[in-house]
């Protein structure tokens, strides 16, 4: 074997280390936001701070690694913030929490693949739009297909006019709103980090 194809091998293998040892520190981490997030509250959910490292995931180690985090940020609210509606439906809260995690990390991750030859930092910014997007729009799908009574009768109770003004204005409004400000503050400014550390 030639020397550069052994220097070609050896650098894949020391990038797929890397990645896998990013993508277990950003999967802890995604532990822990969500598990502090259940005392940042906003309304009657906790605040999803975990869309930025899967946006840093999506950034750093590609679409594999974001649906995986996304994943694990779906399981971990299905374990401390999902009681209200695994009370009405254990299938389709399990559905719709597994499934919104899962897709908004993999929608962040194919963005960012997309537009990252074009322009880094505006693959970093659309990516970190997007994630709370598909997060928050599967959500409401979710409250549609399978809550639509109780989530009616919960904003009746809080002085709404229907279902679709509680779920826009006050279940998922103010939530997704700080999602998104958040995601774009923050995610480029670590992923910017990141590929300083990584140039040293």
Avoid: H
Wanted: aromatic share 10%; charged share 10%; hydrophobic share 60%.
């Amino acid at each position: 074997m030639k020397s550069t194809e052994i220097l070609s091998t050896t650098n894949k293998r020391l990038m797929a280390t890397r990645a896998l040892a990013l993508g277990a520190i950003l999967t802890a981490l995604v532990v822990v936001l969500q598990c502090m997030g259940q005392f940042i509250r906003f309304g009657m959910f906790s605040i999803s701070l975990v869309l930025i490292p899967i946006v840093i995931g999506a950034a750093t180690c590609g679409p594999k690694v974001s649906t995986w985090l996304g994943f694990v940020f779906g399981v971990v609210v299905l374990l401390t913030d999902a009681g209200a509606f695994l009370a009405v439906s254990v299938f389709g809260t399990v559905v719709t929490v597994l499934v919104k995690g899962a897709a908004c990390g993999l929608a962040a991750g194919l963005v960012y693949k997309l537009l990252e030859n074009k322009n880094r930092w505006l693959a970093v910014m659309a990516s970190a739009i997007v994630c709370p997007i598909v997060n928050t729009g599967i959500f409401l799908i979710g409250c549609v297909l399978f809550f639509f009574e109780i989530v009616e009768g919960w904003g009746l109770a809080l002085g709404f006019e229907n279902a679709a003004a509680y779920m826009f204005l006050g279940l998922a409004g103010g939530n997704f709103l700080f999602e998104m400000a958040a995601n774009l503050l923050l995610s480029p400014i670590v992923v910017r980090l990141l590929q300083i550390v990584k140039k040293n």
